[in-house]
């Protein structure tokens, strides 16, 4: 009888053995699932990071090369930068927003008013800085989850 169960006790172990490791290897697979999950999604916020960035690198261009570009747009409309056709080309200010992948990428343009005794930038009343103009870059993506959205803001001063 002893031999009988020594059999039926390996069979046993081997069943559970499995059991364990189907367990572990399940386990793996989901922890593995889980971080691609997560490595996608800071991979869609650099890159949402980066289209918002380079908006707002794109404005300062302008700035530097001709600041009436910049302030001669309408405030609280929405605009995207394209280069133009010249050679070498330049970023030119596009009305409406533009779709790179699954990147909708626009910036706005506000007017700023400061404290006309601190010369703070207020929210609200104060004295119009008409040499000073804030752009709010926002790029939206889709998720798993939703749309999502990045907005950067600076602040651009005519130093002419």
């Given amino acids: ?55 707002l690198e794109q404005a300062r261009s302008i700035r530097d090369e001709d600041w009436t570009i910049i302030d001669t747009l309408n405030r609280s409309d929405e605009y995207h930068f394209e280069a133009d056709a010249f050679s070498p080309p330049k970023w030119v200010p596009v009305s409406g927003s533009e779709t790179v992948g699954r ?37 939206s993506y889709l998720t798993r989850n939703g749309t999502k959205q990045i907005k950067l803001h600076e602040y651009l001063t005519n130093f002419n």
């Fill in 1 to 55: 009888m002893n031999n009988f169960n020594q059999k039926g006790f390996g069979l046993i172990e081997i069943i559970i053995a499995a059991t364990i490791s189907i367990i572990v290897f399940l386990a793996a697979i989901l922890y593995l699932n889980f971080s691609l999950k997560i490595a996608a999604e800071d991979i869609n916020k650099m890159e949402a990071l980066y289209f918002a960035k380079s908006s």
């Fill in 103 to 139: 990147y909708t990428l626009q910036f706005v343009l506000s007017d700023v008013y400061r404290n006309a005794v601190s010369d703070d930038i207020v929210s609200s009343g104060g004295i119009l800085d008409t040499e000073t103009i804030k752009i709010t870059s926002s790029v």
